[in-house]
């Protein structure tokens, strides 16, 4: 579709001085986009230059806009030697093309350079109108990193699993770096990437429209450095169907357009919805076709037609899309609040199956999953170079990746499933080295009928298909012919099914399943050394080490469990890290105790050289019931029955369920007196979720954004329990940070593990705290000096730095001179605190941003602003789009690189989410 994309470059102010001897800056702009450059007139000897220029016109298209980003270049002008480069700004035009958003943006930009950081800002001001509002199509496509449907939408369908690959050279090792200065080699890169993840999107978008979708839901993009080899950007996602709703939980009514351009594409967009809506609900089944319980009726369908099915079981449907392809469909009730009125006639979701049923959602409505199997995980080890030598280089990589997804079909089909949900892809790359890893949770989801699940599975007596208190917790798989050895208990709610004795998923606690108590986040973490050899030995030995990495996991999260006194982990994430000598693994979730499973059984200490007294065995039982009992005290968990707990020492010598934990040794002795004491403080509740499960009056004041960078020296003394302590005292600082209020959250807790060298490990650390309005307690500066120093009294030396990039008090974006303060929140999870809910989404954004320096005296003040001004960026362009907040923050990639030279450094950093307008809480006024 033509269009035309207008440009004025309003002023700028807090420039840097370029000239040393009037201590001034003669600055001038270029604007440039596609093949096109427009200059600015020079603002001479000033600081805060007032250009006011004409208005810059682009001719272009809707795909270019997409595929293509406006860059505003900042020059200093000289008169005898060459130009001096300021700084630039990159702005994406996505937002602006998608129906319902604004069509202009305004606002203040940093000015970012890759050597320099932020050096000022500049006004600019974008408007884009449309020629024509014909083949609109391309510019209804949504994209959203939430797991879940954002708020001002409701889910008429599930399209199925969409992902993309494509490669191409990194300019980092391509000749022309040698010659090149390092400003210039990394805005290409900035610009390489930024594109390569544009037309990866226009890619999705092709297909989304193809089967008939206009969003995507869990959208997970990354980029796979090679080096040599080039770089790969990847992404998944879950295809679906979205319609705006006026009658939301909340009674929100979306924004409407304020360009008239894309009012009428819009409305337009929304016509041919409501028509299709129409007459697909005018459709009737035939009467052999499946049937419906009385509560549903006939499900909206946007495209395809019903055909009989031979053969099929009754709660299949054929369905013939225009390309002739046949799916599999099931039908689902549409998630609403209790408190919302439904009309008579309720609206159905429709689900379509493909050859992956894999979707990257977290967060179900009731109804929509009938039985949980277990969590699935695939990974393979490959060579790059052999990649490199095969005819289609993107080929051989969506071959790789078709392999993972395989196996993992294969693993969902042993558990008796038909989908996998909570599905993520990770890559982890080291020179030549690549591993590849898929982790979802298999699932059953729920049909029309309430016909048993398939394998014939001991879920006997689901009546209402995994609604009520027991959920979706009962095994899907017969428990006579188990896929692997286990130890099935009926069911502690509806005592009519079977239930497994600990429960690992990847998704969120689905809705109507009880919880007991509080969850609380755990995590275990794994390091091994190997030697440093060939890449192919060393792929055959990481291939070895793998599988016993992960019974260390699983063992260490399992022990810690049941000493928590839980019995599932929900929000389950995977954080692999592979060097040249070691390989680091780390497993985080959230521990919840589920009221339709078992209690955990206890805990039983055997340990090696043990005394005839057995003093050494009597001391751990002792230590282990004094944890237990903390845990269910502080996360609320309450016997069921009111039966003594099962964790008392005369029970855990004496039950034959019970788990031995040996003790061999000092390494054993300190993992255990870990696994017994949390590194937060008891007043903080955590998950790895947006939410603690099971707590109730959750603290909903101010919403801070935490970040936590450690660099940890990779020395011959490193190991397993080295770094679990350099984690925990990371964690520790986080509650540190918290220890002022009396009650507070932190949510969304994620783990980034990187090796740029062979010597050193990165691990970043987010999370988001919610604080609670009571007063502070009330702490002298004396107090807090030797609080301080008792903390870090038994400091570790491999810990390089610590340091916190934060936001400030109130999430303020706030300019020098006072003026257009704006307040953006960034969270990490789908909600802030105080605000009702999402009144419009205005898309979502991803920055690559580098910076480089070679003048770095400390390291971590160097991360620590780099990761500020990152953020300060990514705030002044959701406030530029008109929006107060950016939901689903997440540090994709964040890669730190110690150049040759001394105090020379580079960090390569990916940083996404979704830019919303918050509707204020008409109860109480919004948080500061």
Known sequence: MPAIVKVKIVEGRN?????????????????????????????????????????????????????????????????????????????????????????CLSGWFPIFDTLHGIRGQIKVIVKVKYISVTNQNSLGVKFFYGNSVPSPYRLVEVKGFVEELILDDDPEYKWIDKIRTNRASNDARQLLFSRLAATLKGKIINKVLNVGGNAVIGYRQSFDLEGQFGVVVRAIGTTVLLRETTDSPFGVIATTP????????????????????????????????????????????????????????????????????????????????????????????LFSAGDFPFYTMCSFPSGFVKSIGGLVTSRSVRLLDKLESMPEESDSRDKLWMEIRKEIKTHMKSLCCNAVIGYSETSTICEKLCVLSATG?????????????????????????????????????????????????????????????????????????????????????????????????????????LPFMEYELHQQLSQTLKIRGMNAVVGIRYELCVGETAVCSIISGTAVYLAPLPSPSPIRVRCANQTPDQDGEDKWQMAIQQAHEKSKACNKITTPDGNSSTNDLSLSLSNKDALIVDIEDVKDEKRMARSLVSPFADHIYTSSGSH???????????????????????????????????????????????????????????????????????????????????APTVETSLQKRRRFRRFFSSGSNEIRFCEQAEDGPNNMLTFPDGTDTIQVHMTAGSYVSGWSTVRACLGHLNLYLIRESTDVRDLSSFTK??????????????????????????????????????????????????????APDQSKPPPA
């Open 258 to 349: 304020t360009d008239p351009i894309i009012a009428a594409v819009a409305a337009m967009t929304m016509s041919d919805t409501q028509k299709t809506v129409e007459d697909c609900s005018d459709q009737t089944l035939d009467q052999q076709g499946p049937t419906l319980p009385a509560d549903v009726d006939q499900p909206i369908i946007s495209s395809g037609r019903f055909q009989k099915r031979s053969g099929g079981s009754s709660h299949k449907l054929s369905i013939t899309s225009d390309s002739g392809l046949s799916e599999t469909a099931m039908f689902f009730p549409e998630a609403r609040s209790p408190e919302t009125t439904l009309p008579v006639t309720q609206t159905k979701v």
């Open 15 to 103: 420039l840097p001085i370029m000239d040393r001897g009037s201590e001034l800056t003669d600055a001038y702009v270029d604007v440039k986009f596609q093949e096109n450059t427009f200059r600015t007139l020079v603002c001479s000897k000033t600081l805060c230059p007032q250009w006011n220029s004409d208005w810059f016109k682009f001719e272009t298209d809707d795909d270019q806009l997409q595929e293509d980003l406006l860059q505003i270049k900042v020059f200093d002008k000289d008169t005898v030697t060459a130009n001096d480069p300021i700084g630039k700004v990159q702005i994406s035009l996505v937002p602006l093309v998608c129906p319902g958003n604004p069509s």
């Open 441 to 545: 949770t298999a699932v059953i989801l729920q049909s029309s009928s309430g016909d048993q699940t398939p394998g014939g599975g001991g879920g006997g007596g689901w009546g209402g298909g995994g609604e009520g208190e027991c959920g979706a917790c009962h095994i899907p798989y017969n428990v006579h012919t188990s896929p692997f050895n286990m130890n099935p208990q009926q069911c502690a709610v509806c005592d009519a099914g079977y239930v497994p004795d600990m429960l690992l998923t990847t998704i969120d606690v689905l809705p109507g399943v009880a919880v007991n108590g509080n969850g609380c986040f755990i995590k275990a973490q794994a390091f091994r050394w190997k030697r440093k050899q060939t890449w192919e030995a060393s792929a055959n030995s990481i291939g070895q080490l």
């Open 865 to 918: 602003t780099f990761m500020v001004e990152a953020q300060a960026v990514l705030r002044a362009h959701v406030a530029s789009l008109g929006g107060t907040a950016l939901l689903h923050y997440r540090v994709q990639d964040l890669t730190l690189i110690d150049g040759p030279h001394k105090n020379q450094a580079q960090i390569l950093l990916n940083i996404s989410g979704d830019a919303v307008i918050l």
């Open 692 to 774: 603690v499960p099971g707590l109730t009056g959750e603290v909903n004041e101010a919403c801070h954004l935490l970040t936590q960078v450690c660099r940890i020296e990779v020395t011959p003394s490193l190991s397993s329990d080295k770094m679990a302590k350099i984690i925990d005292k990371n964690l520790q600082l986080l509650s540190f940070k918290l220890r002022n209020f009396t009650r507070c959250t932190l949510n969304n807790i994620r783990f980034r593990v990187h090796m740029p060298e062979e010597e050193e490990m990165v691990v970043v650390i987010t999370a988001v705290a919610h604080l609670s309005a009571l």
